[in-house]
């Protein structure tokens, strides 16, 4: 059975301060893992996946195979960055249903 | 460009009264469609999803069910609402082939079930 586990329900920073949000998940097989972000009054939106081993608004992802995790980490957070985060898993397909985490909200402290 | 549309965005209902929530995609064909609950404490919710016109599968039992009348066109509802139906509900697409996981999120209707 796929499943997203994030720890934190709540995570406060001061600007300027690194940001690791945890993500750990279980899957038999090649997982898809994914960042998503929900701004305040905006929509549910992909922030960044692990296949495209890219930066987003400086965040980045490691896929842990080894520690089943795919933890976001930024060096240095900015008060915009406070927003709901999501973890989630698809088959490697890519065809079925993403299982969503319990979210974590990060709120950025000026 | 693809659009996804839901609405209504809010909703007051009864307990026991009926419920329809309607998405609609634009800009594509043949999607894969979901609907998701978003209630606090609990992350979100796979409720249910369709690959195609009248395919629906149900992830959650519960008294909610979903239908895919035409290709684009998801809707989620109940015959008699509970209490603890109130949340948050998004609808979402992703491209039925060569698709990279990535869901395409409706701006959602939040439920308040009194």
């Known amino acids: 059975a796929q499943r997203v586990t994030q720890p934190e329900k709540l995570l406060s920073v001061f600007k300027g301060a690194p940001v690791e949000l945890k993500c750990n998940y279980s899957y038999s097989g090649s997982p898809e893992l994914f960042w998503y972000v929900q701004y305040s009054r905006q929509r549910l939106q992909l922030l960044l996946r692990?296949?495209s081993r890219e930066s987003i608004k400086g965040f980045t992802a490691d896929l842990n195979k080894g520690e089943t995790s795919f933890h976001l980490k930024k060096p240095f957070a900015q008060e915009e960055d406070s927003a709901m985060y999501y973890c989630a898993l698809s088959g490697y397909s890519g065809n079925t249903p993403l299982v969503f985490g319990k979210g974590t909200r990060l709120s950025v402290i000026a | 460009s693809q659009t996804i549309h839901q609405w209504p965005a809010t909703l007051v209902q009864p307990v026991g009264s009926p419920l329809s929530l309607e998405c609609t995609v634009e800009g594509t064909s043949n999607p894969n469609l979901y609907w998701y609950r978003q209630a606090a404490g609990r992350g979100l919710q796979l409720l249910f999803y369709?690959?195609?016109?009248?395919?629906i599968s149900s992830e959650v039992p519960q008294n909610l069910s979903a239908s895919r009348p035409q290709d684009r066109q998801f809707i989620l509802s109940s015959k008699k609402l509970l209490l603890s139906d109130s949340g948050f509900y998004l609808c979402?697409?992703?491209?039925?082939?060569?698709?990279?996981?990535?869901?395409?999120f409706g701006e959602g209707s939040r439920l308040t079930v009194l």
């Open positions: 369709s690959v195609g016109i009248g395919q």
């Open positions: 979402a697409w992703s491209p039925r082939a060569g698709g990279s996981g990535e869901l395409f």
């Open positions: 692990h296949i």
